[in-house]
């Protein structure tokens, strides 16, 4: 649950290496979260595609403080702070496309100049086992692109700082990045090792049987990232250690929507060591789906505001929205997939022999599928988006429902919980409507808030949406 701020700062890294296509499979698709920039910052991404302190000066940051204990009915900012939201959002936005376009004008370029066809030859010159050469020219390949990216990602990071959204040390964002880089290596060696293999073996119908094997991939990264790549980036404990209360809280909440959910899958993210901003959030599927709340968010929201937020995450548990959007990424990927089979046919057939291409099992022609999934990527972000705004909105509605009769006051709780949201995290009071078809995964923050104060259909003898 995100005020979302339409991500700019927070997608640099990732987007080197097309995230949606690959990065999807480890960071991307690690959680669902009421806030939007969250979950990517619990991954530290840049996502994460950013960014903070349990002593930040927001006005909001104690819940003694009136925002938190007023019944707003519009979202508002003092004049100080509605000016830093918007110079951060404009800033974050202009980022965010500069950082597209150059991340495929960096791809064309290094394929114009023919240093992709060299680093291939390299490889190509140091073994004439395809494993050997692989392992020489992805990382190569793809750590060459996160160094020329790097500058945007230190930018995102400074803007966090700047804003004081982020108290993270340079020292610690970078042995994060290192780490992600890492990932992005590691993973994308092993689909780029079987993506050509399979080109090889298949060259006409290589993106059908490529799309056969991420998917059980992809599914096996998102069920361990909860106890494998989430720990690499911030330190979880069991809900219950410090957190009695509300742990009964949560229990008896859960009761009442009817889907009980066990003490042993609610965690307290240590968040307060890298941020400022607040969160929480559902990841992992099976038996490693779990429900995380960001230290911040306990001591910067009321009890009842926090109790809401968790109300939010159930509905996504209830609803069924991780399966969900899994779902969406698989029928994506076998979309894209082809799309980018028809693409790369298409651009090596009339730029191949320039940028030095003998064919799409040449190695060199990662590079040009980098492109491609970059551009689709780019042009499908709105779809997406859509899809995660629609799941987003029926979690407020959950929550707000789930927490009626429990909570005195539900919606005014909620949208309290909303403007505690918006001042701390400096979501902008008014995006424009193309950046938020474009960019933003969760509705306006001031919508939302709206929302849950207007929302009452017991009032009216209306039947609510999901907890009867």
């Keep these: 649950m995100n005020c979302d701020k339409a991500n700019g700062a927070s997608q640099l890294g990732l987007r080197t290496f097309a995230a949606r296509w690959l990065l999807v499979l480890t960071l991307a698709l690690m959680g669902s979260d009421w806030t939007a920039r969250g979950a990517q910052q619990s991954s530290s991404p840049d996502a994460g595609v950013s960014v903070q302190g349990a002593t930040g000066t927001s006005p909001a940051s104690s819940p003694a403080e009136p925002a938190t204990k007023t019944t ?75 160094l020329l990216h790097l500058p945007l990602a230190i930018y995102g990071h400074q803007l966090t700082l700047r804003y004081e959204l982020s108290i993270q040390g340079w020292d610690s964002w970078l042995r994060d990045w290192c780490k992600r880089e890492l990932l ?12 050509f293999a399979v080109i090889r073996w298949k060259p006409r119908a290589w993106w059908l ?15 361990i990232s909860p106890w494998l790549i989430d720990p690499m980036f911030n330190t979880f404990r069991p809900l219950q250690e410090k957190q009695a209360a509300l742990v009964d809280a949560i229990g008896e909440l859960t009761r009442h929507a009817g889907v009980p959910i066990s003490v042993n899958r609610m965690f307290l993210m240590e968040a307060s060591t890298k941020t400022n901003e607040i969160n929480a959030y559902v990841t992992g599927f099976g038996s490693s789906k779990r429900v995380v709340i960001w230290d911040t968010t306990i001591q ?14 159930l509905g996504h548990y209830v609803l069924g929205h991780i399966w969900k959007g899994f779902m969406f990424f698989v029928v994506g990927a076998f979309f894209g997939l082809y799309a980018a089979f028809c693409l790369l046919r298409w ?37 997406g988006n859509g899809f995660s705004r629609m799941q987003e909105h029926q979690a407020d509605v959950y929550g707000l429902e789930v927490t009626h009769g429990l909570i005195p006051h539900s919606g005014e709780v909620a949208a309290g919980a909303f403007q505690v949201l918006g001042d701390i995290d400096l979501a902008d009071p008014k995006p424009s409507k193309f950046i938020t078809f474009w960019l933003y995964s969760h509705p306006p923050l001031g919508e939302r808030l709206v929302f849950a104060h207007s929302y009452d259909p017991w009032s009216k003898g209306e039947a609510p949406q999901f907890v009867k």
Excluded at 187 to 194: A, E, K, S, T
Excluded at 211 to 219: G, K, Q, S, T
């Design 184 to 195: 992005v290596v590691a993973v994308g060696f092993l689909l780029v090792w079987i993506l």
């Design 72 to 146: 707003p009915d519009a979202y508002r900012l003092p004049h100080d702070r509605y000016e830093k939201a918007v110079a951060l959002a404009r800033r974050e936005n202009v980022l965010y496309f500069v950082s597209t376009g150059w991340g495929i004008l960096v791809l064309i370029l290094l394929l114009w100049i023919g240093v992709v066809a060299k680093l291939r030859d390299l490889a190509e010159r140091a073994s004439s086992n395809r494993f050997v050469q692989s392992l020489l020219f992805t990382p190569g390949l793809l750590l060459l692109l996160a």
């Design 209 to 223: 049987y490529f799309w056969f094997a991420v998917v059980p991939i992809a599914l096996f990264i998102f069920f």
């Design 347 to 383: 651009l090596l057939g009339k730029w191949g022999s320039v940028w030095g291409i003998r064919g799409q099992e040449d190695w060199a022609a990662l590079a040009v599928l980098l492109l491609i999934m970059n551009v689709l990527d780019f042009v499908a972000t709105p779809i």
């Design 300 to 313: 910067k929201a009321s009890p009842d505001e926090v109790l809401y937020i968790v109300g939010h995450e």
